[in-house]
């Protein structure tokens, strides 16, 4: 009898101890996770946030989640844990404002195009209208925003060059990313000669850059709001206003951003 007693004692200090390690495993001590779902092309940015956030709010833990906006958005609406939601275009938040997931959010940084090419710059590409002489050219989907945004730079080039000059360039597509990390990565490794990127992603000494002019460029804005259903909404506010803030925008103006939302550059 007593063998039985000291087992099944045995039995419930285990489970009591796994408990204990599945409720303190994260190594947080009881500090408060904060998802952030953020568009690939805020990482380094947000990463550098995360850093100045979590020493002004020592009880907050900040995870971080890139990935194309389209990407987050879809993950939000099937039930992914998610606080905030920091879109690189309007259509993807809208559409979460219309399901009720984000019910306010608000345009807080600012981006633009740029061509990028390898270092040696095989194709000779020296300007945007040299696009065509590209033979492997890599863009994002017409899903994500950098594809979205490259399809109308296209479309308003083609009102001042002629509808040859887009239909040339999309002739060269070889590769369509989910994501702007991966457009640019085509370039890195040498498998293109030329991808349109933000001007945040210029990665100097890896690419060369060349710019969009400004009749065909297009200002891509960055929107931000909290999710309806997130666990810790007093963590997403206080996340949302320190972007907002002085600390906040300086990290994204040192980042290449337009911090706000003001049109000019």
């Not at 210029?202 to 891509?220: E, S």
Request: aromatic share 6%; net charge neutral.
């Amino acid at each position: 009898m007593r063998s039985r007693s000291a087992v099944i004692a045995v039995t419930l200090l285990c489970i009591l101890g796994a408990a204990a390690v599945a409720a303190g495993g994260d190594g947080n001590e009881g500090r408060r996770t904060l998802q952030v779902f953020a568009a690939s092309s805020l990482a380094d940015a947000f990463r550098d946030i995360e850093t100045a956030f979590e020493a002004e709010h020592p009880g907050t833990d900040v995870s971080l989640v890139f990935a194309g906006s389209q990407v987050l958005r879809l993950q939000i609406e099937q039930g992914a844990r998610a606080d905030v939601f920091a879109s690189a275009d309007r259509r993807h938040i809208e559409s979460l404002e219309r399901a009720g997931l984000v019910p306010e959010y608000h345009e807080f940084a600012g981006n633009e195009l740029v061509v990028i090419v390898p270092p040696e710059n095989p194709a000779g590409i020296e300007s945007f209208d040299d696009l065509p002489r590209a033979r492997r050219l890599v863009i994002g989907t017409e899903h994500v925003p950098v594809g979205a945004y490259t399809r109308e730079a296209l479309r308003r080039a083609a009102e001042r060059n002629g509808p040859e000059f887009a239909t040339a360039v999309l002739g060269r597509v070889v590769s369509e990313e989910s994501n702007v990390r991966l457009v640019r990565a085509k370039v890195e490794l040498g498998v293109a000669d030329a991808a349109v990127v933000y001007r945040t992603d210029q990665a100097p000494g890896r690419v060369r850059t060349v710019p969009v002019p400004r009749w065909a460029n297009v200002r891509a804005g960055y929107l931000m709001g909290a999710v309806a259903r997130s666990a810790n909404p007093e963590g997403a506010e206080q996340w949302i206003g320190f972007v907002a803030s002085p600390a906040g925008r300086e990290i994204l103006s040192r980042r290449g951003f337009k911090a706000g939302s003001a049109p000019a550059w």
